[in-house]
């Protein structure tokens, strides 16, 4: 069986690449893309997805958390992005709890891009559920 990929959006390359060690060593194909190319045009999220294929996107939101907060829901309203899971990070759960709500396609809110134990197992169990499309 294949390996499932796994895209990590932030806005460190630092972590990023933390993220993509704990993730490969964890037995995923990991791709990766920043918030920043994304609401600056230079990174085409919907080709970026279809080329990829992600099972999971670790998304990281970072203040400006309303900023950021809405080009996550830009991202997250693709078409391409119905059938995808979230695994989020933030330094500020409860702000971003709040502007979330209950969403079926957010499998689990992580307080820090670096509590790499718990994004692990979230990533896990996001491969698991059943997909929600």
């Keep these: 069986m294949a390996a499932e990929t796994i895209a990590v959006i932030n806005t460190s390359p630092d972590t ?3 993220l993509r060690r704990i993730l490969q060593q964890a037995g995923f194909l990991v791709v990766s893309g920043y918030t920043f190319d994304i609401r600056e045009g230079r ?3 919907t080709a970026f997805v279809e ?3 992600p099972r999971v996107i670790v998304y990281d939101i970072a203040p400006p958390y309303e900023e950021n907060w809405r080009l996550f829901n830009h ?3 693709l078409e391409v992005m119905r059938p ?3 695994v989020i990070t933030s330094v500020n759960v409860a702000h971003v709890e709040r502007l979330l709500g209950r969403d079926e396609h957010v ?3 992580v307080e820090r891009p670096l509590d790499l134990d718990r994004i692990v197992t979230a990533v ?3 491969v698991r559920a059943r997909p929600t499309r």
Excluded: G, T
């Design 75 to 77: 991202v997250r309203a």
């Design 107 to 109: 499998y689990e809110v």
């Design 51 to 53: 080329q990829h294929r």
């Design 84 to 86: 995808l899971r979230f």
């Design 16 to 18: 990023v690449e933390l």
């Design 43 to 45: 990174l085409d999220i």
């Design 124 to 126: 896990k169990e996001a």
